[in-house]
Every structure is written in structure tokens, then in C-alpha cells.
């Protein structure tokens, strides 16, 4: 009986680390606006990789999920880096002179937002709903500690299973 106890307290523990590190590492998510369609539908689950950027920074591209302060938790694409120079003009986006090609947004923005250099430990993110996002075409921008993860896999509904939800930078600038 004693033998029972101690395997059953053995895999109660190991139960409970599992859970802990699961935890510490993923989060699921789920998408509540239009803001990102057409990548996400509302009601999609999204798998978040919390330690990713443990390991390095956010990179152009990047689906990321932030805390917004008072409104919960968004979910936008981040656009451009610390130190890149972005402007919105033409229904495109440049980043420091370059035009973005980007095939993920449901229609060019209809707004235009003058040259501004992006601060240190700063991130401008917009939503692939461009004309329909909360993002920081409205003069926000997200800093670096408010960053929770990067989206990773999209979980549910089945149909829409799928791992690539993020565009590296070589994929996105053309030439000016």
C-alpha cells in the first residue's frame, strides 16, 4: 500500500510539472474581431509560443500577441523594427524606402501616415484588416515588455489547421 502511495504522489507531481511548463510556454488564444481577417476568422484558437522571444527578438511579420493595457489582449502582425522608418502612402506600406508585398491583407490601407522613425524597444503593428484595426496606424505603438508571444499554430476550427502564420522579411520587401 505504502509503494501505491508513493507512485501515485510520483505521478501527481510529474502531472503538475508538465502542467506548469505548458503553461509557462503556450497559451491558446482566440480571435474575437475582424481585425486580421483574412488570415483569422472570430472564433478562431491559436496555439502562442510564450518563450520564443526568450531566444531572440520579434521580427518583421511576426503574428504577435500583446497586452493593450485596458482593452485585454490583441493580436496583430508586427511591420516594422526599432530604428526602421515607416510610412503608409499610395494604399502601401514602406519601411525605410522599401514597399511592403503583402499578400496576407484583406485590401490596402485607404489612410496615409507620415515617415516616423520607430523608437528603441518599440514595435508598429498593424492588423491585416487594414481598414478595419485598432492598431498603430491610430499613433500607438507596442513596446517590447508588453510583447506575450508569437502566434504559432492555428488550433481550431480543424479546417483551418495550419503552422504558417508569420512572414519572414525577405518575403515581404520589394524594391522602392
Known sequence: MKAF????LITIVIAAVIALAWN?????FVIFMTSMMPTFQEGQRLLVNKVTYFFGEPERGDVV???SGQNGDYIKR?????????EIKEEAVYINGSRLDEP???SPPSYTIAEREIPDNMYFVLGDNRNNSDDSH???LVARGKIIGKAWLSIWPID????SLNYPL???????
Open 138 to 140: 491610430h499613433g500607438w
Open 104 to 106: 496576407y491583407i484583406k
Open 170 to 176: 525577405q518575403e515581404q520587401l520589394t524594391s522602392s
Open 160 to 163: 483551418r489547421l495550419d503552422a
Open 65 to 67: 500577441i500583446f497586452d
Open 5 to 8: 502511495f508513493r507512485e501515485l
Open 24 to 28: 509557462a510556454t503556450f497559451q491558446t
Open 78 to 86: 508586427i511591420i516594422a523594427l526599432p530604428g526602421d522608418n515607416v
